[in-house]
Structures are given as C-alpha cells and as structure tokens.
C-alpha cells in the first residue's frame, strides 16, 4: 500500500462544475498537507497547503482535512480548461518527511 | 524572487556514465529535495539537504548522491548510469522542512540514457 493514496484517474467534468479530488494517507505522523497542480511537461506547483482539520478556501479551491479518518480533499468550483493538469497530494511528517500521491489527472471540458 | 533553478535542463548520456545536477534554491531557503519523476513511479523522493547535511533519505541506490553547499546550493550525481534512471529530476526548495513549509519546485532536469 502507497503511503499516499490518490483517487484513479483520469477525472472529466464539464466547464463549469465541480471537481472533486480525493488523498488518503497511512503515515499517522504526517502533519501538513498540500496540492500542487502539474501541467503537462511542467514541474509541479503548489496551490494548496492544509494544516489542522476542517476547510480551507482560496477562491476557487477548498482543501479538506480529516486527519482522524486519514483523508485529504480538494474541491474545485466553476471548474475550467486551464484547470486542466494532473493534480498531486504529498503530506510532510514534522520531522521532514515528504511522500506525494501518484496524483489524478484531471480534464475540464468546453 | 527568483524561483528554484536546476541546470541544465536537458542531458543525454550513455549507460555506464555519470552525471551531476545542480539546483540553486529561492533566496533565504535552506532546505533542498530532489526528486525522480517518471510515467510510471510518479513522484519519488531521493533525499533532503537542509544546512548543508542530509536529513532525509529516500529508498534509492548508493548510486544516487548528493550534496549542499554553504550557500544551499545543491547538486545530485547519478553514477554508473542505467537506463532506467532516464526521468525528469525535480529540485525543490522550501525555508525548512517538517515546519509546514511548502516546497518550490524547479523546471526539472530531463535525463535521457542512451
């Protein structure tokens, strides 16, 4: 078992709704979580970061973490082409330790 | 502020031969990862530098180096190539690591063993 598990992709939603990808993670020790987007042939960057339980928003992103169930989520609202990328899940322990999901590729369609 | 700068950004080189990456971090970042990406492993962790010493190791090869410089700096070096180690390899800096500090990845080094 991958210690960070993403949700099979590939995901297609239509312009205009929403996305949702999921992350459950084993390592119990994993304090922060975080999204990176990733274009195709570009290197990975972040827009998300999650700490404590509960959501957390930033315009048309909601991260949501539930460390007692092991379950980190993302929402995309009003979802757009340009959010077409593949999507990476990674939980850091405090002590540094960084272990990324194999990520969910997602296709917005026009 | 300048991102995280990884050179070069292509490299081909035949098996049995070495090679050395190198990756300047974000200004003030102390914290170095490097990472192996290809289509079928994903994302995969080679090891952390932070104040010039390793802190973290991933499950690679001894064959799989690296080192941090005074100024964080950081370089990678791959000896005795095998074709599988052809990837795109991915530097990330951060202020530090296990503090809830994001990482800031580079453009990655695209390596192609021939």
């Known amino acids: 078992q991958k210690e960070v598990e993403q949700n099979s992709g590939p995901l297609s939603v239509p312009e205009g709704a929403i996305a949702s990808l999921n992350c459950t993670y084993s390592?119990?020790?994993?304090?922060?979580f975080f999204w990176y987007r990733q274009y195709s042939g570009k290197s990975p960057e972040l827009i998300m970061s999650?700490?404590?339980?509960g959501d957390k928003e930033d315009g048309r992103f909601t991260a949501q973490l539930n460390k007692a169930s092991q379950y980190v989520s993302l929402l995309i609202r009003d979802s757009q082409p340009s959010d077409s990328a593949t999507y990476l899940c990674a939980g850091d322990t405090n002590a540094g330790k960084s272990t990324f999901g194999d990520g969910t590729t997602l296709t917005v369609k026009p | 502020k300048a991102g995280v700068t990884q050179t070069p950004r292509y490299l081909i080189k035949t098996r049995g031969q070495q090679v050395t990456l190198s990756c300047s971090p974000i200004s003030g970042h102390r914290s170095v990862s490097w990472y192996q990406q290809t289509p079928g492993q994903g994302l995969q962790f080679l090891f952390e530098?932070?104040?010039?010493?390793?802190?973290n190791k991933g499950n690679f090869p001894g064959r799989f180096s690296g080192r941090q410089f005074s100024n964080s700096r950081s370089e990678m070096n791959v000896s005795t190539l095998e074709l599988g180690d052809s990837a795109l390899y991915l530097c990330?800096?951060?202020?530090?690591?296990?503090?809830?500090?994001?990482?800031?990845f580079g453009d990655g080094t695209r390596l192609s063993i021939l």
């Open positions: 390592d119990r020790g994993s304090q922060s």
């Open positions: 530098y932070f104040s010039e010493t390793q802190r």
């Open positions: 999650i700490y404590s339980n």
């Open positions: 990330a800096s951060s202020a530090d690591r296990g503090m809830g500090q994001p990482q800031h």
